[in-house]
Each structure stands twice: as C-alpha cells, then as structure tokens.
C-alpha cells in the first residue's frame, strides 16, 4: 500500500516537473549565481525537485539558447574553472510571468479543493 | 587510473555524438560536464571510486540520449543565420524547377493520352495500341496504317481507357503539385 502511495507520488512529481521546470530554473537563479552541480543539489535538497543531470544540463544550453539565461567560465583561485549561470533581462521578465500564472493556477486549484459539490459556487466578483 | 578511463571513454563517446554541434559548442558541453563529474567526485570525497563514478554518469544517462538534447534543436531546422539567403534561394530555384517539370511532364501525358482517345473517335484508324506478334512489346501508333505483324489491342474500347487514363493522371499531377506547394 504504502509503495503503491510512493509510486502515484513519483509520477505526479514527474508530470508536473515537465510543464513546470522552466519556470522552477528560473526561480532559482533569481539574484544568484550558480553552476550546474551547485543547482542540481540545492534542486536536490527540495523534496519535488529531483531532477537528473541528464534532464538539467541540455535544458540549462535550451535556456541560454532562448536568451533566458547567460553562462560565463569562472575560475576560483586553484580551483577547476565552473560555468555560472545567471537570469538575463528576459529571463527576469519570463520568470516574472511565470510567476504570476503559476499562482494563478495555485489559487484556480485551491479553489476547486475549497468548493466541493453539489452546487457550483463561482468566485466573489467574477 | 581504470576509472578514470571510465570518465574518458563517456566524455569521448559523448563528444562523437555531439558532431553536429559547432566544435567550440561541443567542447563547451564537454568541458562542462567534466568538471561536473570532477566536482562531483570531490564532493563525495571519493575519488577513485568506481561506483561512485558509475552512479554519476547514470545520472547524465547514456552519451547518446544525452548528445541527442543538446542536437535536437539543430535537427528541427533552426531558421539559418543572417546572410544565407543565397542558399534559400538555391534552394527555392531547385523546388521551382521540380515543380515545374513534374507539372510538365504529369499535364503531358495526360494530355496526349486524352487526345489519343478523341483522336480515335474521329479517325479509328489513326491511332491504336498493338501487339507485336510473339513479342512482348506493345506499341502505340500514330499512322494511317495498321502495324506490321501485329494484333491491335483494345479496339475502340481505347477511347473511354485512354481518355479515363489521362484525366486520371492529369488529377494525380494536380494533387501532387498541390501538395508541393504547401510545403514550400
């Protein structure tokens, strides 16, 4: 039963990862710089979020291809050069839409969970 | 020394599946990706470690899958830069003069075959289908006189079969060329 649970967990978390990735990349880049293993992990220590290295890193070109995200080389000290990512200007502005959509949707679905039937109650003001 | 071969032979195979990228692109990814497993590695502190090693490239998946992301935007036709317009139109000429010749020679014999078949109606005589006489050609005349040692094939039935035949062809052109043009 309980491994029945984890299963259903697991395919929920996928499914939803795919049509919000973007937007969780995004999220966490914002104000900060980071290299590809600095985000897997700290993507890592959210319990949603585990995603591999094989997902990241091809979205990670995606991204900077799309302008969203620009990377740059940098070496520490005697440290082994790491690629930073950082939000470019249209990155920003993405995230900031998908922001607003996302809790859009966060409220849409809440207020489903809120109303059960049997009467439809729609919205004050709508 | 063998784990690093492990790391070498990923990073090698990877990079023959990235060939399509820009050189400068496909090392970008490489160099990337090797100083993530470097890190990694460190991160764990074991560095030698074989398994460790093996759970890390898992995690990146087989070079092949991997190459295929980071190709599959140039595979879906990314729009060519700036300044290739000379090979667009190369490349337009090409479709225009297959289009061309094909609505030629599609519209031709459809044209001929239904000519041949009201050609017959006037004159019975002046064309005809036949068979040579223990030979296995079939000619097609245009003459006022029957071909030598042989058995005309169809008789005035050459009409309806000729003239269906060429318009069913001449449909057939226009339908492809139809299709041509909305993918050009």
Redesign the interface.
């Known amino acids: 039963m309980m491994k029945k649970a984890d299963d259903i967990n697991d395919k929920w978390d996928v499914q939803l990862r795919k049509g919000s990735l973007e937007l969780v990349i995004l999220a966490a880049l914002k104000e900060r710089q980071l290299y590809?293993?600095e985000l897997l992990k700290f993507l890592h220590g959210l319990e949603t979020m585990a995603i591999?290295?094989?997902t990241l890193?091809?979205l990670m070109?995606?991204l900077k291809?799309d302008d969203l995200i620009s990377a740059s080389w940098v070496q520490e000290g005697e440290l082994?050069?790491?690629?930073y990512y950082q939000l470019t200007e249209k990155g920003e502005k993405k995230l900031s839409t998908l922001t607003s959509r996302w809790r859009k949707s966060v409220e849409d679905i809440e207020l489903l969970l809120n109303n059960p039937g049997p009467s439809l109650i729609l919205k004050k003001g709508s | 020394m063998q784990n690093h071969e492990l790391i070498h032979n990923y990073l090698k195979s990877l990079g023959k599946y990235l060939s399509r990228l820009d050189k400068t692109d496909a090392d970008?990814?490489i160099?990337?990706?090797e100083?993530?497993i470097?890190?990694?590695l460190e991160?764990q502190d074991q560095q030698d470690c074989a398994d460790e090693i093996a759970k890390?490239l898992a995690?990146?998946?087989q070079p092949r899958?991997?190459a295929a992301?980071?190709v599959e935007?140039i595979l879906q036709g990314t729009p060519p830069p700036t300044g290739f317009k000379a090979i667009q139109s190369v490349k337009k000429g090409a479709t225009m003069s297959l289009y061309i010749s094909m609505g030629l020679f599609g519209f031709g014999v459809a044209a001929i075959l239904v000519l041949a078949g009201f050609y017959k109606i006037f004159v019975p005589n002046g064309v005809g289908v036949w068979s040579v006489t223990q030979g296995n050609s079939i000619i097609i005349t245009f003459s006022e006189h029957t071909y030598p040692n042989s058995e005309e094939l169809f008789g005035l039935w050459l009409i309806p079969i000729a003239i269906g035949l060429g318009l069913a062809i001449g449909r057939l052109t226009w339908k492809v060329l139809a299709a041509l043009k909305k993918k050009y």
């Open positions: 590809g293993l591999t290295e094989g890193y091809p070109d995606r291809r082994r050069p790491r690629k | 970008d990814v160099r990337e990706i100083s993530h470097h890190d990694a991160l890390i995690g990146f998946g899958e991997l992301q980071y935007h």
